[in-house]
């Protein structure tokens, strides 16, 4: 079995088509938009809070399978998550890359992230979608303090 | 010389140790020949000194060392005079020298054409001159198939241009720029041309006289010779002409607290201590690559290259970028890049990865040609001379599997 | 780690192959460390790819190797982040990178205050800056005995100082300048301070925050490393606010016809392929470096380095350059320069290479120097940590026969 | 036997020392200033042509003995000489210093710097005072010319 027969499974390849949390959101919160100097991937976040957390996602996400992926995974769980749990996952997700940390048990579809592990150099497509949108909930943070 | 692909591997260590290696990215940077990897070896353990300042028998044989290579230079690129041979980190600092030595002889106005296919290192450098002076910036476009356009190259030049930066030969599509219809256009109004020899020194000597251009940039990691070393060469008056670009030791004349004078070129345009070992094997890789029987080398690079392209061409949907595929490709390096719609060069490449082929996906350091072409990136495969059938058959067959894993 | 000489100078395969030679010119250029030699051995014929782009295993490999390399850097000078630490071609192109990156932030009439010591790489490219910007350079005189004359400090600083660029250490005198002062008055009235360290990290790690520096600057081939390969450490916070030096690949965040963004640093400022075999190899001899012993290495640096003064006090007429024979010379690297009247330094160095001896004679690149000392050129002798008592008494001796035979 | 023993031979020395030629014309056809790039070393070389050739030259040289030594070789031969043997002593005495060839017939005290030959970073100091010479020989040429 190849390296990347490991890599490439169903789950990646559905989450990706399935393109959970796709479009744009009438009234947003915050947005954020994150590149991937090496490659030119490009993922737009956008969050809408309510009281208690994100009320809504959406993104649109040009890229690989990986990041397409990953952006889908974030369209299923991050509504009803506030912002520390989203720090908390994007932290353990860079762990479970990284240094072999667990996957973070309330998002269980990132262990399809595991076989990215040996390949560092696509670290990086897993986690933009996540790092747009900490930087997308921090916007929202920011406009809030301001009002 | 042996110009068979088996017994040139054989003379590359990385490659000698890794039998099951398909390397296809030698455009990024080609393996180090073991002529260079022994002259780098050779200078630090017995020649190491400074250079162009020390009288001790140590100091004299790094001189000597690094002036042959100069030498060696000259040669290949049949230079004049070894003092057209500046040495710099490589072809992007030979670009940028260019865009700030050359470039401050410039006038607000002043045109500077450049081209759509030109990779970051022969684009950038000019928006900053443009952003620094005002130069008039000008941009040949590309083709739908991904040549230059030079159908309307004097109107394009206008009459003030002082320069056109060129590519040799694009990193993307392989194609050679038409130089002999550029150099005439140019020297019509007085221009300069200068080509960006980084793809094109790969693939065998160059001959900068006959080529009528006036400067000639390139990289030696990407001609089988060590990293962080690179030629400039120009026309002795050119560079005469020249003001210096970095300041530091080894460039001057003398120094007061008030003011300067510099050396002569190319010490002018050589601040500080300079790339000695890299240059001394850079010096033995184009020497061992004048050696080599470049009309066989050129005929297998050919013969791999129309067969990969043929087995692209049966891939469903598959784009070739920048390949006219109704003429022949006489005029092509053997670079090719393509597009599987639906199918992101990075997951592409993490396939053939799998089945021990280097290739390289993205924007190749060239999205103002990626964007005139239509696509955000591209999978490149980069033949060179130690290249032979079996990558191409190991990347077509990796190639079904990969359709088949990504989709 | 033992810090015995002859220990340490079997580690450096040219030493070792050379049991004859004295070299004593290491402030020019180091020998070579082993370690550094090896990694770069082994980098080349196991990891050799362009970094930053590519994502198969052999790519993977650089990229991780160039910036394990990074990290050992920071280890060295103890930089907050490995994002601080830019790699460069050297110390002059570190130093003419923050002559134009930096310098391009200031106005016309803003100060730069360098002094007469400095090397000529952290001297012309502030004139250059002069005359390109209009920036009012200062220059802060030395002592008679060659030290940088800091009395009146603040008044050369004015208001409108903003950059402070000093070296680290003289490349003549071996003074060490007294930071601590510099930084106080720099910081008060807003400027940053540059230390060109070149001639400081040889002797030893650096702690750049404990320095209270800005930027930092040095040379791989002056520490043990390969050539072709330079630090320039910058605050996170002056790198992000800076401007690109040179414009190319892996340096940009998009590039279009019109304008181009910017990486991060410190890609921002690491235009086209790096020196990538080379940073390895300076980030293996930079590991080796901290591992050592130094308060024992240092103290046989300068038992040697005072054995060298005592011995070449007892030359007549011998004029020993920079250094105050009233005071100790505690805070001396040991790099030793002196004149001997009627003598010249190239027939001096001629002599002593007869007797296996590497010295250097000239200038040494800081011409405003030499003449606030009164005189055109001189002989050095510079002590390494692979130096030993008989490099000194062969020194002494053939000093002898020089007389006899010169006159 | 050191390798410079045979290098600064006496005659080197005392030529050096003797310094022929030393000194400034009253009024010079031609004059040239050439430094050494390297050390800093510099010439101020001066001829007086007459109808033949050179009447006279003198020149001020700083630099070290090899360098010295040449020039004073100059002030004793130059005198008589017209550019095109200036000329040809020049090229044999690099060809003499770089290959190896014999000393010039008619400038026998070049001799004494054929140990110089191994050392390739000293050839300059040699030269230095001949190209002065030739330099200075091609200003006044230039002067003729114009007038
Ligand atoms: C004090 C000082 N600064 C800067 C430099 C320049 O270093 P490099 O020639 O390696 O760029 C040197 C080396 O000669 C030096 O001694
Ligand atoms: C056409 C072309 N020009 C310039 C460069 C820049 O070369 P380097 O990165 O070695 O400076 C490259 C290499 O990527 C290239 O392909």
Not at chain 1, 60 to 71: D, I
Not at chain 2, 203 to 227: I, W
Not at chain 2, 228 to 249: D, H, S, Y
């Amino acid at each position: 079995m190849s390296a990347s027969d490991s890599l490439y499974q169903d789950a990646i390849k559905q989450f990706a088509k399935a393109d959970h949390g796709h479009g744009q959101l009438a009234q947003a919160s915050g947005e954020s938009k994150l590149d991937n100097r090496l490659c030119g991937d490009r993922v737009r976040m956008q969050v809408a809070l309510g009281g208690d957390g994100i009320v809504a996602v959406a993104h649109e996400t040009k890229g690989c399978l990986l990041c397409r992926a990953a952006a889908s995974v974030i369209g299923v769980h991050a509504a009803g998550k506030n912002q520390a749990s989203i720090d908390a996952v994007v932290q353990a997700l860079e762990a479970m890359l990284k240094d072999g940390a667990p996957v973070p048990h309330d998002w269980p579809e990132l262990s399809m992230f595991e076989p990215a592990r040996a390949h560092v150099s696509r670290h990086k497509c897993v986690l933009l979608p996540f790092q747009a949108l900490r930087e997308a909930l921090q916007k929202s943070a920011v406009t809030d303090a301001s009002t | 010389m042996n110009a068979d692909a088996t017994a040139l591997r054989a003379e590359f260590p990385l490659l000698a140790a890794a039998p099951e290696l398909h390397y296809l990215d030698s455009a990024a940077t080609s393996q180090i020949h073991r002529s260079a990897l022994d002259a780098v070896l050779h200078h630090e353990t017995t020649s190491r000194a400074n250079v162009s300042r020390g009288t001790y028998r140590l100091a004299e044989a790094a001189d000597l060392a690094y002036e042959n290579a100069r030498r060696s230079v000259a040669r290949f690129l049949n230079a004049a005079s070894a003092d057209e041979i500046v040495f710099t980190s490589g072809a992007t600092a030979s670009l940028n020298l260019v865009a700030h030595a050359f470039g401050n002889t410039l006038q607000a106005g002043d045109r500077v054409l450049i081209s759509e296919a030109e990779h970051h290192s022969n684009f950038v450098p000019w928006q900053m001159l443009r952003d620094r002076i005002g130069i008039d910036l000008a941009v040949i476009p590309v083709t739908a198939d991904g040549r230059l356009d030079l159908a309307q190259l004097s109107e394009r030049m206008g009459s003030r241009c002082r320069l056109v930066a060129l590519t040799h030969c694009s990193n993307v599509t392989g194609e050679w720029t038409d130089v002999d219809t550029v150099v005439a256009a140019a020297h019509q109004v007085g221009a300069r041309v200068l080509l960006d020899g980084a793809q094109a020194v790969p693939h065998g000597p160059q001959d900068v006289r006959a080529l009528g251009v006036d400067f000639y940039a390139f990289s030696g990691h990407k001609c089988f010779g060590p990293g962080a070393i690179g030629v400039l060469w120009g026309r002795q008056k050119l560079l005469a002409a020249m003001p210096p670009f970095l300041g530091g030791g080894g460039m001057i004349g003398e120094v007061t607290p008030t003011r300067s004078t510099w050396a002569e070129p190319p010490h002018r345009f050589e601040a500080g201590t300079p790339p000695i070992a890299q240059a001394v094997g850079l010096g033995a890789a184009l020497d061992w690559m004048l050696s080599l029987p470049w009309p066989a080398i050129h005929a297998r690079e050919k013969a791999l290259c129309q067969a990969l392209i043929e087995g692209l061409k049966r891939i469903p949907d598959l784009r070739l970028l920048g390949i006219d595929t109704t003429t022949s490709n006489s005029k092509r390096a053997p670079i090719v890049s393509f597009d599987i719609p639906g199918l992101h060069p990075h997951d592409i490449c993490q396939v053939l990865d799998a089945h021990h082929l280097a290739l390289r996906g993205g924007h190749h350091c060239a999205q103002p040609l990626l964007a005139a072409l239509g696509v955000e990136g591209c999978t490149r495969a980069s033949i060179a001379l130690y290249n032979d059938t079996a990558d191409i058959d190991a990347l077509l067959a990796a190639l079904d599997v990969a359709r088949r894993e990504l989709t």
